[in-house]
Nanobody
Framework: QVQLVESGGGLVQPGGSLRLSCAAS????????IGWFRQAPGKEREGVSC???????SYADSVKGRFTISRDNAKNTVYLQMNSLKPEDTAVYYC???????????????????WGQGTQVTVSS
């Protein structure tokens, strides 16, 4: 059974950091395009960052320079390092995956067929 499990969320003060993890089970990540999405209350789910099977990355403008996505195929895990967090980063963060050998990361919701349950990130003083 294909499963993605997020972890690492929590409460952090503005300017702080968190690292989210997306662990895969039932399949190996190395052939997968993986994305991080987030959904704040009352808002649409939006793409934050994606990484292709070849390691190419993309970022939403709102997180460029602050967030870094990476993958460790040996651990079957994708990470999202979030620095300089702002209150507007508060949301439930989801990881998603789809099998793709495309070199360019794809970061649109309909492209993904497997989703995790989400982890809450709250940025507040």
């Amino acid at each position: 059974q294909v499963q993605l499990v997020e972890s690492g969320g929590g409460l952090v003060q503005p300017g702080g950091s968190l690292r989210l993890s997306c662990a895969a089970s039932g399949f190996t990540l190395h052939d997968y395009n993986i994305g991080w999405f987030r959904q704040a209350p009352g808002k649409e789910r939006e793409g934050v960052s994606c990484i292709s099977s070849t390691g190419s990355t993309s970022y939403a403008d709102s997180v460029k320079g602050r967030f870094t996505i990476s993958r460790d195929n040996a651990k079957n895990t994708v990470y999202l390092q979030m620095n300089s967090l702002k209150p507007e980063d508060t949301a439930v963060y989801y990881c998603a995956g789809t099998k793709s050998l495309a070199a360019v990361p794809i970061c649109v919701r309909p492209f993904f067929d497997s989703w995790g349950q989400g982890t809450q990130v709250t940025v507040s003083s």
